[in-house]
């Protein structure tokens, strides 16, 4: 992709978020966790053949860690079926070994706006033999949904994640419900840009799927599809640099405050969802290339919006209104008998 397709591809990502329709899909969220799993399940199936494209930007400073597994038998089992356990390495030419990733980000998407702290284990798809990156626990301050919650957030407070004008990178978040943290701090002033492994960052993005905490039959895998370019550098981050005060997080699979590598994305990273793309569509760079052409072509399709959850909420209100009313009316029958 060239500078003015590029130039042209964050732009129609960044049109399918607005705020104003991200707002109302967060307050209208919280009303849709009453609803069963299942219901839930099938409303936003029904919702990816609608909106075909979900924008998900993620702000400059992305911080990833990578840590190597030392158990790795628990690290199969947190794993969906049809994976397997896999080697990678954050850099090009680098030692591989068996990974987790914890990241924490900023985004702005189609469905919510804010941070989030996500942990991967780096697998192999056994159907397509591509890595996959299997999210196993999260934690956001705004809405989210998860095959197995359903609809979900607002799990940390505080949730901090910001730079300073010391030049660090500050991390502090915790989960009161479950009682787990998350404490970082990066220099940022101190790395250097290093060339990426391809297969975990351009292969393994094409696949993505839920494991661990997460692990749900309602899991379904997708694809992000996004300019390869955008993941051949990035910044790492000496050790030294990066202070880890507290993890809660993969302590039975990790040593969870040694990471091996540490590295930050020092821009906006633009990425889209095809909701109704199916399932391994996309499998390498002439894939890629062919969905990213399809999206800068196509126009008049729908974009995510709040009426897109208003109807629902209002035809089960509409329900249970009558539901009620009804009891109402035999019981005031049986009454007056």
């Not at 930007?57 to 038998?73: A, C, R």
């Not at 062919?290 to 035809?315: C, E, H, V």
Request: aromatic letters at 12%; a neutral charge; proline letters at 4%.
């Amino acid at each position: 992709m060239n500078q003015e397709e590029n130039k042209k591809f964050i732009k129609k990502t960044e049109s399918l978020v607005k705020p104003q329709d991200v707002t109302a899909i967060s307050f209208l969220s919280s009303f849709s966790k009453s609803l069963p799993k299942k219901t839930q399940h099938k409303f936003t199936e029904s919702g990816k053949k609608k909106v075909p494209y979900m924008g998900f930007i993620v702000d400059p400073y992305g911080l990833f860690l990578s840590f190597k597994i030392t158990n790795t038998s628990a690290a199969q089992e947190m794993l969906p079926d049809g994976y397997e356990l896999a080697e990678a390495s954050f850099f090009k030419n680098d030692a591989k070994f068996p990974m987790a990733i914890a990241s924490v980000f900023t985004a702005r998407t189609s469905g919510f706006i804010g941070m989030r702290l996500e942990f991967y284990i780096i697998a192999r798809n056994k159907e397509t033999g591509m890595l996959s990156w299997i999210i196993c626990d999260y934690e956001t301050n705004t809405n989210s949904y998860d095959p197995k919650n359903g609809f979900c957030g607002y799990t940390c407070d505080p949730a901090v994640y910001t730079t300073t004008y010391f030049g660090e990178l500050l991390v502090d978040i915790k989960n009161r419900t479950n009682n787990k943290e998350f404490i970082v701090s990066v220099d940022l002033e101190k790395g250097n840009s290093r060339e990426l492994d391809e297969s975990l960052w351009i292969e393994g993005n094409l696949i993505v799927d839920y494991g661990g905490e997460l692990k749900s039959d309602f899991s379904e895998p997708f694809s992000l599809i996004f300019d390869a370019d955008m993941v051949k550098e990035a910044v790492n981050i000496p050790l030294e640099n990066v202070s880890i005060k507290s993890n809660s997080y993969l302590g039975n699979i990790i040593d969870p405050v040694k990471p091996v590598n540490a590295l930050i994305f020092p821009y906006s990273q633009h990425f889209i969802i095809k909701q109704d793309l199916e399932k391994y569509a996309v499998k390498n760079q002439k894939d890629l290339d062919l969905q990213i052409k399809s999206f800068l072509s196509r126009t008049g399709f729908k974009a995510m919006s709040g009426d897109d959850i208003k109807k629902p909420i209002y035809r089960m209100i509409l329900i249970s209104y009558v539901g009620l009313i009804s009891t109402i009316v035999f019981l005031l029958i049986l009454l007056f008998r």
